[in-house]
């Protein structure tokens, strides 16, 4: 079992930069591939980015494509979402996913952390 906590999520203005982190515990982090997932208030939660469990692969949402970056750092447990350009319509709750698939299921979840984006 893994437990995951966000942070650095908050409030900036559209076209600013956010770096989420999520740390994990436990000592299997690096068996695990990790996702990031949001949701928007009156929206069902949808798949952002992904990175395999050595960090050689990635995978987009078309909606962040060429302006977020997935990493992790494994010696750190920790996998990070870089957010740059950010637009209002990326306003939600953002939450990391250790071991589910895109879809969202399955997998172990943090609490997630606030994202607003100011017009």
């Known amino acids: 079992q893994v437990q995951l906590v966000e942070s650095g999520g908050g409030l900036v203005q559209a076209g600013g930069s956010l770096r989420l982190s999520c740390a994990a515990s436990g000592r299997t982090f690096s068996s695990y591939a990790m996702g990031w997932f949001r949701q928007a208030p009156g929206k069902e939660r949808e798949f952002v980015a992904t990175?395999?469990?050595?960090?050689?692969?990635?995978y987009y949402a078309d909606s962040v494509k060429g302006r977020f970056t997935i990493s992790r750092d494994n010696a750190k447990n920790t996998v990070y979402l870089q957010m740059n350009s950010l637009k209002p319509e990326d306003t939600a709750v953002y939450y990391c996913?250790?071991?589910?698939?895109?879809?969202?299921?399955?997998?172990?979840w943090g609490q997630g952390t606030q994202v607003t984006v100011s017009s």
């Open positions: 990175i395999s469990r050595s960090g050689g692969n990635t």
């Open positions: 996913n250790a071991g589910g698939d895109r879809k969202g299921k399955d997998g172990y």
